[in-house]
């Protein structure tokens, strides 16, 4: 069983709009939570982590922890075309690897 | 700055024949990991090591093996190839600090695709 889930998508938001993706986690134990963006045919790169129950704000990114739910998830504010691409939700395991999410693929029309 | 350089970056194989994807980093960093991507799978965790001289399976350590040659290099070998291994294949490297991979990135190079026929 995968220990992080993310709905796969496609999220279809309008230019302009705010883009919510969700992403939910088994381990309790788990430390720190990375969401990634990869475009396609593309190696994922890092938006933001987090590792404090709250929201973490950068530029039009904003990432929010609860991890009495268990839950971490990411806001795009003012979402631009090019924002379209798949999110990938990863966690800490274990202090020195990463496991990921199957990614939630956002789409962005002008 | 070359990052995390992958060889080949395309490769058919037959079934039962094998082959070694190569990774290396010029980043001085400590970890490397070894991730294989399938539609609609996400990236699943093959191998990792941590440090040079020590290696831990991931998810899917399945039909793969893994030398960590030196604090440069991480390559992943396929003994006997499955269709199954049908795959893109991405090698990554970090900074670990004490051991935690709290706030580091995961540098990615750029994929290595390959068919099993």
């Known amino acids: 069983q995968k220990e992080v889930e993310q709905n796969s998508g496609p999220l279809s938001v309008p230019e302009g709009a705010i883009a919510s993706l969700n992403c939910t986690y088994s381990?309790?134990?788990?430390?720190?939570f990375f969401w990634y963006r990869q475009y396609s045919g593309k190696s994922p790169e890092l938006i933001m982590f987090i590792y404090s129950n709250g929201d973490k704000e950068d530029g039009r990114f904003t990432a929010q922890l609860n991890k009495a739910s268990q839950y971490v998830s990411l806001l795009i504010r003012d979402s631009q075309p090019s924002d379209s691409a798949t999110y990938l939700c990863a966690v800490n395991q274990a202090g020195t690897a990463l496991i990921f999410g199957k990614g939630t693929t956002l789409s962005v029309s002008s | 700055n070359a990052g995390v350089t992958q060889t080949p970056k395309f490769q058919v194989l037959k079934t039962g024949q094998s082959m070694t994807l190569q990774c290396a980093q010029d980043?001085?960093?400590?970890?490397m990991y070894w991730y294989r991507q399938d539609p609609g799978m996400g990236l699943r965790l093959i191998y990792y090591s941590a440090s040079e001289g020590t290696t831990d399976k991931g998810e899917v350590p399945n039909g793969y093996n893994v030398s960590r040659l030196n604090k440069r290099e991480f390559s992943l070998r396929l003994e006997s190839a499955a269709p199954s291994q049908t795959s893109v294949y991405f090698c990554a490297s970090s900074e670990v600090e004490g051991g935690k991979l709290d706030t580091g990135e995961l540098f990615f190079g750029e994929g290595s695709r390959l068919t099993v026929l």
């Open positions: 381990d309790r134990g788990s430390q720190s």
């Open positions: 980043m001085n960093h400590n970890s």
